[in-house]
């Protein structure tokens, strides 16, 4: 039987709610700043700060400082008008993006906090180290139910405009963001060493990550 072969992380791709009802697409629209300096990419997470806008989260290991940014969800896709007055889609946040006066950049966001989440686990949690944060980890099989999990932020790829960040760190420390529900079966084989082979796991967010589910504003 041939299986899907993983060959980087891809972001947090949502998949359902966390009953079982189908992700349908689903986004709220958000601004980003003109000329905001950092690209966000498709799958990367995305905290909401102080002025109403989004920016890419460096979330790790523990929440944002709750008072002046907290995660707002995932990032899918913008829109911004271009330097030639059309409306452009695009996959990802160019850095450094800026809105020609009397426009705005919208970013299209999946808040839900109840959403399920698919994700590879990478080898460790050191960002964009092809022995660690991009490299996925051999697991044993299911063992990583119910346990918490870092997040890793690679960076994205221009080419594609998709997220690398991934997931690492197994654990049942509290800070941790997410929490692993599932295992994704078709990429959960065993290979001859017992042992998982680029495993995806399904994630949500754990409590008081995201903004809904922290009692004071940003």
């Not at 959960?188 to 809904?212: A, Q």
Request: glycine share 10%; hydrophobic share 40%; with cysteine.
């Amino acid at each position: 039987m041939a299986y899907p072969t993983i060959d980087k992380p891809y972001g947090l791709k949502p998949i359902n709610l966390y009953g079982g009802t189908p992700f349908a697409g689903a986004t709220r629209q958000y601004r980003i700043a003109s000329a905001y300096n950092t690209g966000i990419f498709y799958g990367d997470v995305v905290e909401m700060i102080n002025d109403g806008t989004i920016i890419k989260s460096a979330i790790t290991t523990a929440r944002a400082t709750v008072t002046t940014s907290q995660v707002i969800g995932i990032f899918l896709g913008c829109s911004y008008v271009n330097a030639q007055g059309q409306t452009t889609f695009a996959q990802y946040f160019p850095a450094n993006t800026t809105a020609p006066t009397g426009t705005f950049i919208t970013a299209y966001v999946c808040n839900d906090p109840n959403t399920l989440f698919k994700a590879v686990i990478a080898a460790g949690a050191t960002a964009d180290d092809a022995t660690s944060g991009l490299l996925p980890s051999s697991t044993t099989q299911f063992t990583v139910i119910g346990t918490n999990v870092a997040l890793v932020q690679n960076s994205g790829l221009t080419t594609t405009g998709d997220s690398r960040v991934a997931v690492a760190s197994s654990a049942t420390t509290g800070t941790l963001p997410m929490n692993v529900v599932d295992v994704v079966q078709d990429t959960s084989y065993v290979n001859g060493s017992g042992n998982v082979v680029f495993p995806e796991v399904i994630v949500r967010w754990n409590f008081e990550i995201h903004t809904t589910t922290i009692a004071s504003g940003v």
